[in-house]
């Protein structure tokens, strides 16, 4: 599986970004589309996922309400929509894959850069 995010960019405070992330190559009958992020000098963090199966999305706590998640199966395209950015969201959005069957996300993407001005 290879993933490739893109988008990425710099944005004011309030503002908002959408980055994709394009899916090729070996897919499985059922699996999850994550996306992370890693700020500068921290570690990386969940964002959120969406199903590929049933097209349900699930936040992480600080970004529920200003980003959404979704996916356009004919493109094999993921989608992390943000809105009302906040310089904290500044970081490397890196999207990942994984089996719906395992835990562990094992495909990952090379990352795009959001950088939100205050």
């Known amino acids: 599986v290879q993933l490739q995010a893109s988008g990425g960019g710099l944005v004011q405070a309030g503002g908002f970004l959408r980055v994709s992330c394009a899916v090729s190559g070996r897919t499985f009958s059922s699996y999850h589309l994550g996306w992370f992020r890693q700020a500068p000098g921290k570690e990386r963090e969940f964002v959120g996922f969406?199903?590929?199966?049933?097209?349900?999305?699930y936040y992480t706590p600080s970004v529920k309400g200003r980003f959404t998640i979704s996916r356009d199966a004919a493109k094999n395209t993921v989608f992390l929509q943000m809105n009302s950015l906040k310089p904290e969201d500044t970081a490397v959005y890196y999207c990942?894959?994984?089996?719906?069957?395992?835990?562990?996300?094992?495909?990952w993407g090379q990352g795009t850069k959001v950088t939100v001005s205050s």
């Open positions: 969406i199903s590929w199966s049933d097209g349900i999305p």
């Open positions: 990942a894959a994984r089996s719906d069957s395992v835990a562990r996300w094992v495909y």
